[in-house]
């Protein structure tokens, strides 16, 4: 799918009350079956979504994602939420966005505010101007390059809940992830819609810069 969803509310895609089922994303776009599709979203609000509010995935896909608000349950321990995914092969832009309330108080995974996820060929995107706060992990590059700048990760024990895995910014090459968070992924069918584990293929020569941020 291609196209542009603009100045939307999106909100309550959960069940009642919120569980650990791995389903309820604000908003899913995905593009694999071979044609190159683009899509704007921008100027969005996305609140009351299970478990993750944005996914833009696959690799024929490139994506600029600018000036939307995500706000997650804030810490819960029945999921690991994420609140901006970009998975999957998909390139392009997050841009200005603002997140927050995404953590989780169980055991062996984190949540993630801004998460890049990469197990295909190397690709690159821009993280820039974003405001993360109460997040457990702030922004999450995994195995993919780019740039992540001029962004202000705001966290801590006490808007997170948790000490458990509290970080601002992770730039990770792949192979054994530093830090257990949960992309979503598509399955065949709506039913086995699930999220899954970090890949631990061989690392591919990549490269990420971090510039001018501002962590708390």
């Not at 071979?34 to 969005?44: A, K, S, V």
């Not at 994602?65 to 901006?84: D, E, K, Y």
């Not at 953590?103 to 197990?119: E, H, K, M, P, V």
């Amino acid at each position: 799918a291609g196209g542009s969803v603009e100045n939307c509310t999106i909100k309550d895609i959960r069940n009642t009350p919120l569980d650990g089922i791995q389903a309820g994303v604000g908003v899913l776009v995905n593009a694999t079956a071979g044609t190159p599709r683009t899509m704007l979203f921008t100027g969005n609000t996305v609140t009351g979504f299970q478990k993750t509010g944005t996914v833009f995935t696959g690799a024929n896909l490139t994506a600029t994602i600018q000036g939307n608000s995500v706000t997650g349950a804030g810490p819960i321990p029945v999921t690991a939420q994420n609140g901006i995914q970009v998975s999957y092969g998909t390139q392009g832009s997050i841009l200005e966005n603002t997140v927050s309330g995404i953590s989780y108080t169980g055991a062996n995974w984190a949540a993630t505010g801004i998460l890049l996820y990469n197990d295909t060929s190397p690709v690159n995107v821009t993280t820039a101007r974003n405001t993360v706060s109460a997040a457990q992990v702030g922004i999450y590059y995994y195995s993919l390059g780019g740039t992540i700048e001029e962004n202000t990760v705001t966290s801590g024990a006490a808007a997170a809940g948790t000490t458990s895995y509290l970080t601002g910014i992770v730039a990770d090459p792949g192979a054994d992830p530093r830090i257990p968070v949960q992309p979503f992924e598509i399955g065949q069918a709506p039913a086995q819609m699930a999220d899954r584990p970090m890949s631990t293929a061989g690392t591919m020569a990549i490269v990420a810069t971090l510039h001018r941020n501002t962590v708390t």
